[in-house]
């Protein structure tokens, strides 16, 4: 596969014509025409029809770019790749995460690396689960955040586990559960709740509860973000199910947790490219396992919802 046609292909989508796209990689508009004709015979798919003297995506072409988005993105990322080769950039630690996680776990390993290493080379950002996934596996970040399982990456991670999370109820501090110590899951039939969409962790989380006893969570309102479970949950529109790791924007003057009972516990890793493990990387795990394990021992509450993970 030709990596400079592949290349030219991403700049004409993100272009919207060949002319931009040819300048933008340094070619005639006669190459970059050339360029595309042998790529869609190699793939053997027609990727652009012209209208209105636009090159615009067949439905093949936009699958394609849709399917093999993280690899695209990829082949940009190669001239990065060789330069911190050349470079020999080992002590450069660039994080993806989802931001509660990013916001719960980030800021006292980041700390203590800096104390380590002051001239430490650190770059954070946040994105989707996907975005973790896809984007660690084609080496544009050398270490995810996420809960598990590992869905969407097309290549196989490292996956170091590193906690895990008792799985609890968000209420208003008014709520009459709110004055229990723990609530059992027959207790919230009835209850209405602000859940995530059925195909992401959360929502699957919440259906295992009513699973445990037979029934059906009533469904108030379905979001895409876990980001904003807390803010509605404050405004009445009913429960939530998190933990204390993806509830760092919940307001505790107007939320609280409590945990349910039958026990669910979700388990936290950290993910690595496939080629080789960054040592700065791997100090930043050892870390988060030897913070994880402190903490737990030191404040009994937090230990009561987080656990350092425990192999089956």
Not at 90 to 109: C, E, K, Y
Not at 166 to 191: F, N, Y
Not at 194 to 201: C, D, K, M, T, W
Request: glycine share 8%; with cysteine.
């Amino acid at each position: 596969m030709n990596l400079k046609a592949l290349r030219l292909f991403r700049l004409t989508v993100l272009h919207g014509t060949l002319s931009g796209a040819a300048a933008a990689a340094n070619l005639s508009q006669s190459s970059a025409s050339r360029l595309i004709a042998t790529l869609e015979a190699e793939l053997k798919i027609p990727l652009f029809e012209r209208i209105n003297q636009r090159l615009v995506l067949t439905p093949e072409g936009e699958r394609f770019f849709q399917e093999a988005g993280h690899i695209l993105n990829g082949v940009e990322e190669i001239p990065k790749i060789a330069r911190e080769i050349r470079e020999d950039v080992s002590d450069t630690l660039r994080i993806i995460t989802v931001g509660p996680i990013g916001a719960s776990l980030l800021p006292p390993i980041i700390d203590i690396l800096h104390d380590e290493n002051p001239d430490l080379k650190c770059k954070i950002d946040i994105g989707t689960r996907a975005d973790v996934e896809n984007l660690v596996g084609s080496r544009r970040y050398n270490l995810g955040l996420l809960s598990l399982p590992v869905r969407n990456a097309v290549v196989e991670l490292g996956i170091e586990p590193v906690l895990e999370a008792r799985t609890q109820v968000l209420l208003p501090v008014g709520h009459p559960l709110a004055k229990l110590d723990s609530i059992s899951a027959d207790m919230l039939v009835g209850e209405k709740f602000v859940s995530l969409r059925a195909n992401q962790i959360w929502r699957q989380r919440l259906d295992r509860v009513f699973e445990s006893i037979g029934k059906i969570p009533d469904i108030s309102l379905e979001i895409g973000s876990s980001l904003l479970v807390p803010k509605f949950v404050e405004s009445g529109y009913g429960l939530g199910v998190m933990d204390l790791i993806n509830s760092a924007f919940s307001d505790p003057t107007r939320t609280v947790l409590r945990p349910i009972d039958p026990e669910f516990w979700l388990p936290y890793a950290c993910i690595m490219p496939p080629a080789g493990k960054n040592g700065v990387a791997m100090r930043f795990i050892e870390l988060l396992r030897d913070y994880v394990a402190k903490r737990c021992r030191d404040d009994m509450a937090y230990g009561a919802g987080v656990r350092p993970f425990q192999a089956v």
